[in-house]
């Protein structure tokens, strides 16, 4: 589903991405781990395409696609979907009409018919029911005046409506309680199918008590400096990850 | 700023000029242009004695420039102040209406031929200097409303013209409101008799069609006791390179218990991205409740002209009366606006209510300029005014200034303002949803507007959120 090929990133003049590497299959759930600052939320925003970050080298193939030659709107009607760490708030604009127009502007681009507003809310209460959230804000702005653990569930609501191909979750476990945790790995359990693919970007074991990846990797100074299973992801709780720096100084 | 600066205007859809044979008077102002325009009009001596007044008053007077907008010195012996279409005198039916002025202002999206008309809106459609057309004009006067040209209702109705004329918006008020006192041409009349609900929304479309001429309206509505109606007014102007005035002045009344909803949608021509052309829009717009429990509410939409001097405002004069103004100024390029209202509160327990949304795009500059004045009479008087500003791109301006004067200490004043950006943030977050840089930023300004938008009646807000959308193409993206 997604093959990254010596990805090089920049931000501001400094290289972040120094030659990823990364293969996700359908129906696989990889968990990218690391220290603060070795590239992780970098790389999530690269393949959502986000207009700060310029790729200098590499490839980023999506299903079958060339995906760095994707407008940010294009990739995500193809199925990309980001889970921001930080969800901006959009004064004015109701959680529902977003919500809305966004479902509505992909399945135009899948040539199915657009969803009118009574057909809609049907689908969206059902969906918040996964987040277990309050239809209360189905008419709130946009994550305005939302608490933290609110904006990373309604962020896991976007993704229950959108059904994407590809969601990568860039440290949505971060900041949230024990009940939160349960409910937002749910939804992410929800959406993992033989058909989808799981990009989890975390900076903490916790979330994977949860959800089970296939795959774990550590990133460290731009690229993957060791992949495994899920108990790599133990080793790194115990271990921390200044053991790596002779790893990748191998590699 | 990537992706918020590029959005350019659309083409400016109503820029076309009609190639119609017009009469049009020498330039220059002098008293005997007034008097020409007055005999043009076949006035009585009263009104024409009344427009020499206001001249002597206005060559008294000086330009005003404390608004916050910069332009070259007016050249006021330059403008054509009478432009008139040939030849059709007065029209008793639409059947005699010109066709070519049918014609333009279908292409303006202004039906006035029966078949067409657009039910329960009456229009009064005014080209240049004249009124061309007044539609549904017997069903209205079947409910006693009369709505027509001003012209007519000076020849028809002099006794109700000469008693409002002047009373809310006198000549000697400020320097554009004496011009258009003494060179007015035509504009609208509604007279709404008492306990009168009017059947329809009326409303007016100004077309400024030739290059050389200024516009001059005066507009005039008188709801008496128990009455109600919604008015609008819509403007455009074809493209020139020079910069034309607009200069209004727009008088409401009413009396005990009725109410006025006045709405607009502005959209003169703008200039272009370099700020080239365009209308100078300098216009007096003043409602009085002069009676109890009266109301009058303004709901405007600006998004054209090259620079906005406008203050519709309310003087709360009955007990009880209540004022309103909700406003969305957007400039975009080199556009200049300085825009906001006056509440002035006179009777007990009045209260009014301003909401104003400024948007500013590319390099234009957008101000709020507001009074709220409590007289000391006025006891237990009330205010919330709210004013909120959206800056797109980084090289555009918002300003704003509210004057508040209380003079009575039972009074409730609030205040509260706010200015916002668009991120590109915001736009990544829609554009990573799905949803391209245009449609979100529709979406965002909508959601900013919303208040405002509300009351206008359905039709216009669906055009108002339109007009914004193609305003703003291609400044974000």
Known sequence: MLEIRNLHAVIDGNEILRGLDLAVGAGEVHAIMGPNGSGKSTLAKVLAGHPSYEVTEGEVIYQGKNLLELAPDERAREGVFLAFQYPVEIPGVSNANFLRLAYNETRKHRGEEELDPLEFDDLLREKMKIVEMDTSFINRSVNEGFSGGEKKRNEILQMAVLDPRLAILDETDSG??????????????????????????????????????????????????????KELAHELERKGYDWLKGSVAAA | ?????????????????????????????????????????????????????????????????????AYPKIDYQDIIYYSAPKPKETKASLDEVDPQLLEAFEKLGIPLTEQKMLAGVAVDAIFDSVSVATTFKDKLAKEGVIFCSFSEAVREHPEIVKKYLGSVVPYTDNYFAALNSAVFSDGSFCYIPKGVRSP??????????????????RTLIVAEEGSYVSYLEGCTAPKFDKNQLHAAVVELVALDDAQIKYSTVQNWYAGDE???????????????????????????????????????????????SIGEFYSVALTNHRQQADTGTKMIHIGKNTRSRIISKGISAGRSNNSYRGLVKILPKAEGARNYSQCDSLLIGARSGAHTFPYIEVGNSTAKVEHEASTSKISEDQIFYFNQRGVA?????????????????????????????????????????
């Not at chain 2, 918020?4 to 000029?17: D, H, M, P, S, T």
């Open chain 1, 176 to 229: 949230l309680d024990i009940d939160a945790l349960r409910i937002v790995a749910g939804g992410i359990n929800q959406l993992a199918r033989p058909d989808n693919a799981v990009i989890l970007v975390t900076h903490y074991q916790r979330l994977l008590n949860y959800i089970s990846p296939d795959f774990v990797h550590v990133l460290y100074q731009g690229r993957i400096a060791k992949s495994g299973g």
């Open chain 2, 200 to 217: 329809m929304e009326l409303s007016s479309y100004f077309r400024i069609n030739n290059s050389e001429s200024g516009q001059f309206e």
């Open chain 2, 274 to 320: 370099e700020g080239k052309g365009g209308i100078y829009n300098f216009v007096t717009k003043r409602g009085k409740c002069l009676g109890r429990n009266s109301k009058i509410s303004w709901t405007q939409v600006e998004t054209g002209s090259a620079i906005t001097w406008k203050y519709p405002s309310c003087i709360l004069q009955g007990d009880n």
């Open chain 2, 1 to 69: 700023m990537s992706t918020i600066e590029a959005l350019a205007n659309r083409e400016y859809k109503y820029g076309f000029v009609t190639e119609i044979e017009s009469e049009v008077i020498p330039r220059g102002l002098s008293e005997e242009i007034v008097r020409l325009i007055s005999a043009k009009k076949e006035e009585p001596e009263w009104m024409l004695e009344w427009r020499l007044k206001a001249y002597r008053q206005w060559l008294a007077m000086e330009e005003p420039e404390w608004a916050n907008v």
């Open chain 2, 437 to 477: 840089t245009e449609d979100a930023v529709g979406m965002i300004i909508n959601g900013f507007c919303k208040e405002v938008f509300r009351e206008l009646p359905m039709e216009f807000a669906v055009e108002a959120t339109r007009l914004l959308g193609m305003k703003l193409e291609g400044s974000v993206g």
